[in-house]
């Protein structure tokens, strides 16, 4: 699916970056960010050019591709990782900051990847994640159609209990990303911290 719709010279969810790391991208510690599920570029590409060191990781080597030639585009190179979210490993204590925007996560991968995400953070560092969560069933502006797919406030918190959350907000909130995600939408967004002992 994903490989169909990155296949066109557009950009799926075009070349500028989600609105909500733009704004909070100063809570991430300079360093090196990995960016789940990132599809076309836009947001490694803008954390690449704010100095982080950034990776990519993306299921879909067509996204991969035109990520890679839209750093080129912009001056900038980032790290590109062909990978299912699944079988990817994060290692341990290896990222200042991780990445999630609009990554659809079934709650079969999310009971494998959040224990990833705890133990591939440095101490101190942040997860940023913005999110549909079911509420975004009504609207119909992007994100698909299954409820088990999107997030919460209260999964997060569950899922990275002993994390404090500088930001927890479920909103509504005009979204404008290219012709896959526009319009009014049901979000969660998120900054949690890992905490440093």
Same mark, same amino acid.
């Given at each position: 699916?994903? /490989?169909?719709?990155?296949? @066109?010279?557009?950009? &799926? !969810?075009?070349?500028?970056?989600?609105?909500?790391?733009?704004?909070?991208?100063?809570?991430?510690?300079? $360093?090196?960010?990995?960016?789940? &599920?990132?599809?076309?570029?836009?947001?490694? #590409? =803008?954390?690449?050019?704010?100095?982080?060191? #950034?990776?990519?990781?993306?299921?879909?080597?067509?996204?991969?591709?035109?990520?890679? +030639?839209?750093?080129?585009?912009?001056?900038?190179?980032?790290?590109?990782?062909?990978?299912?979210?699944?079988?990817?490993?994060?290692?341990?204590?290896?990222? /200042?900051?991780?990445?999630?925007?609009?990554?659809?996560?079934?709650?079969?991968?999310?009971?494998?990847? =959040?224990?990833?995400?705890?133990?591939?953070? +440095?101490?101190?560092?942040? =997860?940023?994640?913005?999110?549909?969560?079911?509420?975004?069933?009504? !609207?119909? @502006?992007? $994100?698909?159609?299954?409820?088990?797919?999107?997030?919460? &406030?209260?999964?997060?918190?569950?899922?990275?209990?002993?994390?404090? =959350?500088?930001?927890?907000?479920?909103?509504?909130?005009?979204?404008?990303?290219?012709?896959?995600? @526009?319009?009014?939408?049901?979000?969660?967004?998120?900054?949690?911290? +890992?905490?440093?002992?």
């Amino acid at each position: 699916m994903w /490989d169909e719709r990155y296949s @066109t010279e557009a950009y &799926a !969810y075009g070349k500028t970056p989600n609105t909500f790391l733009a704004e909070y991208v100063q809570a991430l510690p300079k $360093g090196r960010v990995l960016s789940l &599920a990132e599809g076309e570029g836009r947001n490694a #590409v =803008f954390l690449a050019r704010q100095g982080y060191d #950034v990776t990519a990781v993306d299921s879909s080597i067509v996204g991969l591709e035109k990520a890679r +030639k839209l750093a080129e585009e912009q001056g900038v190179s980032i790290h590109c990782l062909h990978a299912d979210l699944a079988d990817v490993d994060l290692g341990q204590e290896q990222w /200042d900051g991780i990445v999630s925007i609009y990554c659809p996560m079934p709650s079969s991968l999310q009971s494998i990847i =959040f224990p990833r995400i705890i133990h591939g953070l +440095k101490p101190g560092g942040v =997860f940023l994640l913005e999110a549909y969560t079911p509420d975004q069933l009504r !609207y119909g @502006t992007g $994100g698909g159609n299954d409820a088990d797919t999107m997030m919460t &406030a209260d999964k997060l918190r569950s899922a990275l209990s002993g994390f404090h =959350f500088s930001h927890l907000a479920e909103l509504e909130r005009e979204v404008v990303e290219g012709m896959y995600h @526009t319009g009014l939408a049901a979000v969660v967004q998120a900054i949690a911290i +890992k905490p440093v002992n």
